[in-house]
Structure formats: C-alpha cells, structure tokens
C-alpha cells in the first residue's frame, strides 16, 4: 500500500517536473523566435529550436513512460498514450515552423 502510494507520488511529480519543462522549453522558443538577443537582420538559431522541440517532447513521454513502468495497471491504452506523443511532436513541430 505504501509503496503504491510512492509511486503515484513519484508519477506525480514527474508530470509537474514534465508540465514545468514543457511550459519553458515553448516559452523559450517564443523568446527565441520574436526576440532573440542577436540583431535585427539575424534568424533565430534553428539548432537551438531542435533541442526545445526534443525537451518539449522528452517532457511529455519521459512521465509516460515511467507511470507506465511503475503503475502499468492504471495505464490507459496505448493509443492514447501515441496520440499525446504525436500531439507533442506536432506542437515541437509548429514551433519550428513559426521560426522560419
């Protein structure tokens, strides 16, 4: 019972550690792209784009795959599970798009 319950608390925080990341890897891309520090003429930097669009990503199948790992019973199917990955992989997506 108490090692369940760690274990919800650990899936927990995982899912706020991911929310907070993915909150300011798209924040930060937003920065990047209206107002990066270089001048003007300058495009954002594309290479500094990829890596957010991998965090953001990370930060959202990372907590999956460790609810799934340490509670696999109350893990929803695996489509949903897909459906919020390529929902991700469309947001990362969209935040290069914006950059060009």
Do not use: C, K, N
Not at 26 to 48: H, I, K, M
Not at 51 to 63: E, N
Not at 65 to 77: C, D, M, N
Not at 86 to 97: C, E, I, K, Q, Y
């Amino acid at each position: 019972m108490i090692a369940s319950r760690m274990r919800s608390a650990l899936v927990v925080a995982a899912f706020i550690g991911g929310v907070l990341a993915g909150v300011g890897g798209l924040l930060a891309g937003l920065l990047e792209v209206q107002f990066s520090g270089a001048p003007q003429d300058t495009a954002p930097r594309l290479g500094y784009l990829a890596t957010l669009a991998v965090g953001l990503a990370a930060s959202v199948t990372a907590p999956l795959a460790l609810w799934r790992r340490l509670l696999p019973a109350s893990v929803p199917h695996w489509p949903i599970v897909a459906a919020t990955g390529l929902a991700t992989l469309a947001g990362a997506l969209l935040l290069a798009a914006v950059a060009r």
